[in-house]
């Protein structure tokens, strides 16, 4: 084999007169590569701001509503920090039940409930939660909860013996 046959091609002088051995197709990729990075980061940052990463935003909490009344929940939380879910019953009466299902403790520790019920029992359907009413509606109560697990806690909820509403949080780590 020749000398000349293993010689490197000479470097190309630019025009400001460095001497560099430029990959000029990599570096287009790296930067394609780079761009959708940052497109990735923004989206990142936008759903945070929107609420998916738990605590805040518009996308933080759900509403559903049932006749008997309505349940504020949040649809993304944080495993091991602070939540709360807002229960207002639309119908009259001085006596009014919320019924969390048996998953519902699988994923969830209610630290306090303001006002405390009157009477809680367990039945097959789950916790049972009985709350007086002196006044009109609306009732409100609020259940502050603390997240146990992470992963995609499915529950129901029903509110003054009605149809049960199923309920999904996801509980990011």
Avoid: C
Avoid at 31 to 39: K, L, Q, Y
Avoid at 61 to 84: C, F, L, N, Q
């Amino acid at each position: 084999m020749n000398k000349a046959d293993t010689a490197q091609p000479p470097i190309p002088i630019r025009d400001d007169g460095l001497q560099l051995e430029e990959h000029r197709d990599f570096q287009e990729r790296f930067w394609t590569v780079e761009r959708w990075a940052w497109v990735g980061f923004g989206l990142i940052l936008l759903a945070a701001l929107a609420g998916l990463g738990g605590g805040g935003g518009v996308l933080a909490h759900a509403t559903i509503a049932t006749e008997a009344g309505k349940v504020d929940y949040p649809r993304v939380a944080r495993w091991e920090s602070a939540d709360e879910v807002t229960v207002t019953f639309g119908s009259p009466g001085e006596e009014h039940r919320l019924t969390l299902s048996p998953q519902f403790s699988q994923y969830f520790q209610i630290e306090d409930i303001q006002p405390l019920p009157e009477r809680s029992l367990t039945s097959p359907a789950g916790e049972v939660m009985v709350f007086r009413s002196e006044n009109g509606p609306p009732s409100k109560v609020v259940l502050h909860l603390r997240p146990q697990r992470p992963g995609l806690a499915g529950y129901e909820v029903s509110l003054n013996g009605g149809d049960p509403v199923g309920v999904t949080t996801v509980v990011l780590p």
